[in-house]
């Protein structure tokens, strides 16, 4: 058990942080994209929710090669989201709700159109802007071969060859070439980005693959199968470095100059929950995302043993956990869960549906917001942050129904291995009407097509409605705030395998039915309950809160 309680430990440790992809949320300006005064507009939506914290997917200048995560400037604002004013006003707008604000940091590469990789392209072979870039000189007769057969994780080489033959590596999109992270300037450069945005009030940073960013590219380059071979032990050329964790031991003095601490969580997919541990140690970054139920079936043993393996981690690193449902990465977990059990199956879940164009049949829609409704329950409860994604609170589905010439992702246009449809319906910009040329996003369209359905899952369609998803998550919020205790719980045996039943320490207790007969209930003080009980008895699929 962590000997920090809810009244003396630090913001982030049991936060319920909400995550906004800015371009989807809310568009102030009628141009079809969100936008930064859009955010402002819906802060009093935010504090009605209950969220803890604010965080916020890349909102810098991009081209959007890859969703803005192609950063041309990491201290200024997209012209088209806003201005750093605008920027102020938000934070100050959260704040004074209480609302914590975190950003997220893009370190492994940058846009092809920042300064220093058009400096780099400029001034040639052999020049100093280059070294802060990963560049090679090819193989072959002519060097018209890569300098290594690797493939990008969006698909394709990963490398490029530029108009003087040589090539950069890009472990993303062609315009994300990867930072040196051997370079004394990319390494004072990001520290001043850090100092940038905290000095502007911001709470803490998510740290996009933070597991990429240091390179071991001694030649001679192995292949493509020898790097796939390779363990990923902290020595491995591309991924999982040690030696990372030298970059975050500077940020983390960085952090811990301020008052109260910038805190940060590091997205690191990484090949064991030890290898994670390390970037939740307090002299790294402090938290890792704990990614595991994104791959999860809806089943008790699963969940159970998720739960039970990541707060060990937990206690280990002196951090704390965290809960990830949906993201801006997979498909909503409110359609995974409509859909046939992957059952152990290598495949990221919901994509085979997507590809497939999103057969009605093959989705079972009401299930999969039921069973959804319940893991968000189980999940509030747990230990640890909990992270939520714009438009779950709705009970919003994954949208299929994107034409080809309408999607954005570059895993679409590339033909990636990663994801081979995108991740563009998860997001789809949300409905606050039901009615209107974008339902309420803004008086404009949207840039991505919104379904015809969303109307139905508006917030206002949602806020009239007591039994609503949406008045469900500000349900739990609340009481949230109230019930949160220590950092621990106990299991309790229920006798069924398909009912996990635990307590935490001031007794609150969370019982979930993953399916089966009704589980019957005793007389119990139910405070919460995401599906109404039948005679006394807890339905399938069903989470309640006992306190």
Request: some cysteine; charged content about 25%; overall charge negative.
């Amino acid at each position: 058990m962590s000997d920090t309680t809810p009244t003396t430990a630090p913001w982030w440790r049991q936060a319920a942080v909400y995550q906004i992809y800015p371009r989807s949320f809310a568009d102030a300006t009628g141009d079809g994209i969100g936008d930064i005064p859009g955010i402002v507009s819906r802060a009093d939506y935010l504090h009605a929710l209950g969220i803890d914290a604010v965080w916020l997917s890349p909102f810098y200048p991009s081209e959007l090669a890859d969703g803005g995560y192609d950063v041309a400037d990491y201290r200024n604002v997209d012209p088209r989201l806003g201005t750093l004013d605008d920027f102020d006003d938000m934070v100050t707008a959260l704040h004074e709700r209480g609302i914590k604000v975190v950003v997220d940091i893009v370190p492994n590469h940058t846009s092809d159109q920042h300064e220093w990789f058009q400096e780099a392209l400029a001034a040639g072979r052999g020049s100093a802007a280059r070294e802060r870039y990963i560049f090679r000189e090819g193989r072959g007769e002519n060097g018209e071969l890569p300098p290594a057969d690797w493939r990008s994780v969006f698909g394709g080489s990963a490398w490029e060859r530029v108009e003087d033959g040589q090539w950069y590596f890009h472990n993303f999109a062609v315009e994300q070439p990867d930072l040196n992270w051997d370079h004394p300037e990319v390494r004072a450069d990001f520290v001043k980005t850090l100092r940038f945005w905290s000095d502007r009030g911001v709470d803490g940073f998510r740290i996009d693959v933070a597991h990429m960013l240091t390179k071991d590219l001694s030649e001679p380059l192995p292949s493509q199968a020898e790097l796939d071979a390779m363990p990923q032990d902290g020595n491995h050329p591309l991924i999982d470095r040690d030696d990372v964790h030298e970059v975050y031991a500077e940020w983390r003095a960085v952090f811990n100059s301020y008052d109260p601490p910038r805190t940060a969580v590091a997205e690191a997919w990484v090949s064991t929950p030890e290898r994670r541990a390390k970037y939740a140690h307090p002299d790294s970054l402090g938290q890792s995302f704990n990614f595991d139920l994104l791959v999860a079936d809806f089943d008790a043993a699963s969940f159970r043993r998720i739960i039970t393996d990541n707060l060990a981690q937990a206690v280990a690193t002196g951090s704390s956990t965290t809960w990830v449902l949906s993201n801006h990465d997979v498909t909503r977990h409110a359609t995974r869960y409509g859909l046939e059990p992957l059952n152990g199956r290598p495949v990221k879940q919901g994509t085979e549906w997507v590809e497939a164009g999103g057969p009605a049949d093959w989705l079972d829609r009401e299930g999969g917001i039921r069973r959804a409704r319940a893991a968000t329950m189980l999940m509030l409860a747990l230990p640890g942050s909990a992270y939520l994604y714009q438009g779950e609170e709705l009970g919003l589905h994954e949208v299929a129904e994107i034409a080809p010439d309408q999607r954005q992702d570059p895993g679409f246009f590339r033909g990636s291995e990663y994801d081979r449809l995108g991740r563009d319906g998860c997001r789809v910009p949300l409905p606050w009407t039901a009615e209107g040329s974008s339902f309420g996003f803004g008086p404009g369209g949207a840039h991505l097509p919104q379904p015809s359905w969303f109307a139905d899952y508006a917030v206002a369609v949602e806020d009239a409605d007591p039994d609503s998803t949406l008045n469900l998550y500000r349900k739990a919020l609340e009481l949230r705030h109230g019930l949160q205790t220590d950092e621990d719980l106990e299991w309790i045996e229920t006798g069924r395998d398909d009912v996990l039943r635990f307590r935490r320490p001031n007794g609150w207790e969370v019982i979930t039915t993953f399916g089966g007969e009704p589980f019957p209930l005793a007389d119990e003080n139910v405070v919460l309950t995401t599906a109404p009980l039948t005679d006394g008895a807890i339905p399938a699929d069903t989470t309640v809160w006992i306190a």
